[in-house]
């Protein structure tokens, strides 16, 4: 689900953020063909060919235009290559996407444990208006019932609404909101946290100071996210405004909605990405059948995606051309088996012998990777956070969830290897990530107080 | 050290991560299973009694140490799965990683995950302001609570060799052996706060452990010497 930068009014609207996996073949990106004087990153077109001969599993984009390149016919050869590369290459990716959810969820722990504001209650969004501070329990149950209701309602509806605005090409829009959102949340948001940490550290900045650390910060990140820049930094940039957003949502949720909505979220997840009519579904195949990166700013790339222009080989390579899928684009991250690319680009290389631009094959080489949707690594970070947050057993309960949500993350790649089409990356991590937190904060903590207070091990 | 070890050694090799993730989230699922026998044991008891009380935590000590070797065992019937699936994903046949680096890997996993779910809370606490053992406690709860959740996270490391060894070659012995010292350790525990009680014969557990692991994994006195003195 799309999460964050779409808002146009508030900060809700991120809700829309996708929470699908994508793998790092996305197609945009042109692909490039052996002995063909393609342009673009040959990975995709490599990644493409194999998928167009393969008889595996839909691919996205490439059973769309991979058919009509004039596929070599090692094509087929090279597809058990692929399958073989697949593990390879699939715990590295695996670590590539462990790296940065891992680094978003220190932040969201840090600050919350650290920073007081982000737990105290001042109020909702209207995103959920129902209040919980009701007397009963049944009544309290109902509103965080409601609220979720409410809330998913408008991520479908947004979502909804995002998919209509692509499918009829009204890019304009689409970018002019994501710009909007980014911008507010790049620099309204840092501004709020900056505040509130230097007052937690009571440490004195002037206004000018402050302005021109904001200003810079918003802009370096504005040109990273939306247009070039390394890819280290627009990663950087990426995991800082996931924090930003799950601390938003952190501290303006109220508890029961907020694992409700969590649990509803991820069931909703499911739905959108692997029904035939689901809207992230048809927003990926739209753009695989446009060949079209996704919208920056919504997803996290593990690797950048250059496109290598075949004519010059030397000077082209470095150059991140087509930041189509790297640069957050809004494209919901489809699990797609990242080893593919990899493999078939590695694969694609070594057996071309004829082709002069060798010096290539090294620099495509590492450009594969996995795409993540910045909603997941918010959600993920809002389960943890709200599990440092309200959780008695403090620690113990965060570190479980943490644990747990990297497991699933794990589960749901190696499932992205087997089935190598998008899927979505909420349902098997937050289901494991609730199991864990109810249970740790419920039975595992009484049991380790009990256990830590005598000095027993076990 | 532990950590110390996660960084030389495993954080290298993703795949290594993803094992030690695994192993952590096993370790998890046996500690939540173990809980939630406790709990309802206590639930269903009364809680006045102390006596009872104490038993029951026996119990679930006890209980929770069998169950986590059970889930050892059931850790180690999952890798053998998954190195036969790298092994015949793997270009020139043979698994990138050994099972004796499964075994080491799955160890350092439980282990971290128990020394942390024992130590950090604690860590914790110790930020902040007060005195230890102000209530007629013993003060050096904190250094002896360091020192035997390090030694018991090297414990779980090299009972993971120890066991997967012993699953390996099918020598029942082994892994009972592993079991029953994990079974001591604990119980030595509950000589606390007689720290001599529990904190020395854990060491010299551990050592034996060590040396025992090392021999297994292929290692023996020529070699320790001749490591020791091409350093130095």
């Given amino acids: 689900m799309i999460t964050f930068m779409n808002n146009s009014d508030s900060e809700e609207e991120p809700c829309n953020e996708r929470t699908s996996l994508m793998s790092a073949e996305s197609p945009p990106i042109p692909s490039y063909q052996d002995g063909l004087q393609a342009s673009a990153a040959g990975e995709a077109q490599a990644h493409r060919k194999r998928r167009a001969g393969s008889s595996r599993g839909p691919s996205n984009i490439a059973s769309g235009e991979m058919s009509g390149s004039g596929v070599p016919v090692r094509e087929n050869a090279l597809e058990n290559e692929e399958e073989e590369l697949t593990l390879k290459y699939g715990a590295k990716h695996v670590i590539m996407l462990f790296v940065p959810v891992t680094l978003c969820m220190i932040v969201v722990v840090a600050t919350i444990k650290s920073v007081r504001f982000y737990t105290e209650k001042n109020g909702q969004l209207i995103y959920t208006p129902f209040s919980e501070d009701t007397p009963s329990v049944g009544q309290r149950l109902l509103n965080s019932v409601l609220n979720t209701i409410v809330m998913i309602s408008v991520i479908i509806v947004m979502t909804v609404f995002l998919v209509l605005l692509y499918k009829y090409r009204c890019y304009k829009f689409i970018h002019g909101w994501l710009i909007l959102s980014s911008l507010m949340l790049l620099f309204l948001f840092t501004y709020i946290y900056l505040g509130e940490v230097l007052k937690t550290y009571n440490v004195a900045m002037d206004y000018p100071t402050l302005f021109i650390v904001i200003w810079n910060f918003g802009a370096v990140g504005m040109i990273c996210i939306h247009w070039k820049g390394p890819l280290q930094l627009q990663q950087a940039y990426l995991i800082m405004i996931s924090a930003l957003m799950a601390l938003v949502f952190i501290k303006y949720l109220p508890e029961w909605s907020a694992w409700v909505i969590l649990g509803a979220i991820s069931i909703y997840d499911l739905m959108a990405v692997l029904c035939p009519k689901g809207p992230l579904r048809m927003l990926v195949e739209t753009a695989q059948e446009r060949n079209e990166p996704i919208f920056p700013a919504l997803i996290y790339s593990s690797a950048m995606m250059w496109t290598v222009g075949m004519a010059k080989p030397d000077t082209a390579a470095r150059g991140p051309c087509q930041q189509t899928w790297d640069a957050a684009e809004d494209g919901r991250e489809h699990l797609r088996s990242p080893s593919h690319a990899e493999s078939q680009m590695s694969e694609m290389r070594s057996p071309v012998p004829t082709h002069p631009i060798t010096s290539l094959e090294e620099l495509e080489e590492e450009e594969r990777g996995v795409k993540l949707g910045l909603g997941d690594f918010i959600f993920y970070s809002v389960l943890v956070g709200k599990a440092a947050a309200t959780a008695s057993g403090d620690w113990n309960t965060t570190l479980a969830c943490f644990v747990a949500i990297l497991i699933g993350l794990c589960l749901t790649l190696l499932l992205l290897a087997v089935f190598k089409k998008a899927l979505p990356a909420l349902p098997i991590s937050i289901t494991f990530g609730l199991i864990f937190y109810f249970s740790t904060d419920n039975l595992v903590r009484p049991f380790m107080d009990t256990l830590a207070s005598h000095q027993l091990y076990i | ?232």
């Fill in chain 2, 1 to 232: 050290p532990a950590f110390g070890l996660f960084i030389f050694t495993i954080a290298r090799d993703p795949l290594r991560i993803i094992i030690l993730i695994a192993g952590a989230f096993f370790w998890l699922v046996s500690l939540l299973l173990s809980s939630l026998i406790w709990f309802i044991a206590v639930k269903a008891s009364d809680p006045q009694d102390e006596q009872l009380q104490k038993g029951l935590l026996i119990f679930g000590v006890m209980f929770s140490v069998l169950l986590q070797e059970a889930f050892r065992f059931l850790y180690y019937k999952l890798l053998r799965k998954a190195i036969e699936g790298l092994v015949a994903l793997s270009e020139d046949g043979c698994s990138p990683i050994s099972i004796q680096q499964m075994a080491y890997v799955a160890g350092v996993g439980f282990g971290l995950m128990s020394g942390a779910f024992s130590m950090i809370n604690l860590l914790a606490d110790a930020l902040g302001p007060g005195t230890v053992g102000i209530h007629g406690d013993s003060q050096l709860y904190f250094l002896t609570s360091a020192f035997m959740t390090m030694v018991l996270i090297f414990l779980h490391t090299f009972w993971g060799i120890l066991f997967f060894h012993g699953c390996e070659h099918r020598r029942w012995w082994e892994i009972a052996a592993v079991v029953i010292m994990h079974l001591t350790v604990s119980g030595l525990s509950f000589c606390n706060p007689l720290y001599v009680g529990s904190l020395v014969p854990s060491y010299l557990l551990m050592a034996a452990a060590a040396a025992w692991a090392y021999l297994l994994s292929g290692g023996s006195a020529q070699n320790l010497r001749r490591f020791l003195l091409c350093k130095c």
